[in-house]
């Protein structure tokens, strides 16, 4: 059975940071661009960062910029989400998606398959 699951999220402190985990069982991710998307209460899952099956070609969305990084590690079939400098606003369930092909394209759900359950970040003082 395909399944990816996230980790790492948790309450963290304004201007604090968050390392998530998108580990993969059943399939190996590496031949898959890898996506992370959020949703906070009562709006839309937005885009947050994507990255190619190689790990060479990674897109942000412009909220994150400067202040998350995403990375993988296709010997241990997983795709991590780095984040600093939290904001508030950065609250919402992240979830990370599979994309059918090698390489990212627009941060659009569209564009992904297969989704995790999520984990919950919450920035709040």
Request: net charge positive; with cysteine; glycine share 12%.
């Amino acid at each position: 059975q395909w399944q990816l699951e996230e980790s790492g999220g948790g309450l963290v402190q304004p201007g604090g940071s968050l390392r998530l985990s998108c580990a993969a069982s059943g399939f190996t991710l590496r031949s898959n661009a890898i996506g992370w998307f959020r949703q906070a209460p009562g709006k839309e899952r937005e885009g947050v960062s994507c990255i190619s099956s190689g790990g060479n070609a990674k897109i942000y969305a412009d909220s994150v910029k400067g202040r998350f990084t995403i990375s993988r590690d296709n010997a241990k079939n997983a795709v991590y989400l780095q984040m600093y400098f939290l904001k508030p606003e950065d609250t919402a369930v992240y979830y990370c998606g599979l994309r059918s092909r090698s390489t990212c394209s627009q941060l659009s759900t569209d564009n992904f398959d297969t989704w995790g359950q999520g984990t919950q970040v919450t920035v709040s003082s």
